[in-house]
């Protein structure tokens, strides 16, 4: 059998070029000699053991740092947790020298930087806690808590939980200065939403004590308007008060009391106001009706012999009346002769005043005894 000196194919013993890589074959004897052909195969074999061997050391070497890695991420939490960031910072950063593309780890060292800073701004809120910087520790204490909104887990729950007690404790000394200052009413209102927004101890004994004030307060201003009748004012105070100590039962008590006071008052105003309406309906039926009593009414003669009819009228109105005119009539012997219209003076009576009319008959010659007057009507008018 021969073979190609050159690739080491087969080769048939007619043939002067190699079918495969064309090269010129040489002599009969050179073809049989098959070590060359051998060798051109150990060489492809080799890379490849070769290459084997590195993707399995690689492996190898990656496994160990990926392990090394996730150890050292594994004691950078624990760090974490006990709050030593400088030392879980370091942990990290030799994690990701092992492993460059740990992104748990990434992240994570992100977070430690974070926490150094905020660990650093927390120090810094107390120190201002201290001088009585209240507004500028709850600047820097609120960009504290925005730093944290990207980040979740356990670890960062418990640094949100640290800033959450010194956002408390700036809060509730914040509130103690203003009580200091003896705020008044108003402000007491508003101490009282501020002081249950609060997520301390303190703050409990706080509020109930600004409620107690506010209702005694109310409780005094609004009995004071309702000794004056002043029953609106009274409610709104009340009501006002109910909004900031809803479960107070002497305000509740109060708004009841308030509220029968409010009603039987304006029942009885009720009333007088129909029984001034009556009493003014019966007035004006009497003023309109009944406004002149008749005091007298007489028929006289004078020294001429002439017939005077004269008499006097009483006011029995409440109000002023005028032009008063009586309508009377002469009878003789109970036979009706003449009737006559004559006004009363002075013009105007007022109430309980008296009044007189006169009229002579020029045309009668009878004696006065023999006559008789009868007042027909008398009519008037009110102001």
């Known amino acids: 059998m021969y073979y190609c000196p050159n690739c080491g194919t087969k080769v048939k013993e007619d043939e002067h070029f190699c079918l495969k890589c064309g090269r010129p074959l040489p002599d009969i004897e050179a073809r049989l000699e098959p070590a060359r052909f051998q060798k051109w195969w150990i060489l492809p074999i080799a890379m490849l053991v070769i290459v084997i061997s590195s993707i399995f050391i690689s492996s190898l070497y990656f496994n160990h740092q990926s392990a090394k890695a996730i150890e050292l991420y594994t004691e950078a939490q624990e760090s974490l947790q006990e709050g030593d960031y400088a030392q879980a910072n370091q942990l990290l950063q030799d994690s990701l020298r092992h492993r460059k593309d740990f992104n748990q780890a990434q992240v994570a060292l992100q977070y430690t930087a974070e926490a150094i800073s905020i660990g650093e701004q927390l120090e810094k809120a107390e120190q201002l806690l201290h001088t009585e910087d209240y507004n500028e520790a709850l600047d820097i204490l609120h960009l504290a808590e925005d730093k944290l909104k990207t980040y979740q887990g356990p670890v960062v729950s418990e640094l949100v939980e640290k800033i959450d007690?010194?956002?408390?404790?700036?809060?509730?000394?914040?509130?103690?200065?203003?009580?200091?200052?003896?705020?008044?009413?108003?402000?007491?209102?508003?101490?009282?939403?501020?002081?249950?927004?609060?997520?301390?101890?303190?703050?409990?004994?706080?509020?109930?004590?600004?409620?107690?004030?506010?209702?005694?307060?109310?409780?005094?201003?609004?009995?004071?308007?309702?000794?004056?009748?002043?029953?609106?004012?009274?409610?709104?105070?009340?009501?006002?008060?109910?909004?900031?100590?809803?479960?107070?039962?002497?305000?509740?008590?109060?708004?009841?009391?308030?509220?029968?006071?409010?009603?039987?008052?304006?029942?009885?105003?009720?009333?007088?106001?129909?029984?001034?309406?009556?009493?003014?309906?019966?007035?004006?039926?009497?003023?309109?009706?009944?406004?002149?009593?008749?005091?007298?009414?007489?028929?006289?003669?004078?020294?001429?012999?002439?017939?005077?009819?004269?008499?006097?009228?009483?006011?029995?109105?409440?109000?002023?009346?005028?032009?008063?005119?009586?309508?009377?009539?002469?009878?003789?012997?109970?036979?009706?002769?003449?009737t006559n219209e004559i006004f009363v003076y002075p013009d105007t009576l007022y109430p309980t005043e008296q009044g007189k009319f006169e009229f002579t008959h020029f045309d009668l010659k009878d004696k006065s005894s023999e006559l008789e007057a009868e007042i027909i009507r008398i009519t008037w008018y009110t102001d």
């Open 165 to 338: 007690q010194t956002h408390a404790s700036v809060l509730m000394e914040q509130l103690k200065a203003k009580l200091e200052k003896s705020p008044s009413m108003n402000e007491i209102r508003m101490l009282i939403w501020e002081a249950e927004e609060i997520n301390h101890p303190e703050a409990n004994e706080i509020v109930m004590q600004l409620r107690n004030e506010l209702i005694e307060y109310t409780f005094s201003t609004a009995s004071e308007a309702l000794n004056h009748k002043q029953f609106n004012d009274a409610l709104l105070i009340t009501e006002d008060g109910l909004k900031y100590a809803p479960d107070s039962e002497k305000l509740q008590s109060l708004l009841a009391n308030i509220n029968k006071e409010k009603s039987s008052f304006e029942t009885a105003a009720k009333e007088r106001l129909e029984q001034a309406m009556d009493t003014v309906y019966q007035e004006h039926q009497m003023n309109e009706n009944d406004a002149i009593e008749v005091v007298s009414i007489k028929v006289e003669n004078d020294e001429d012999g002439r017939v005077i009819v004269n008499g006097a009228v009483k006011s029995n109105a409440t109000v002023p009346i005028n032009s008063i005119l009586v309508d009377y009539a002469l009878s003789r012997k109970g036979e009706e002769i003449l």
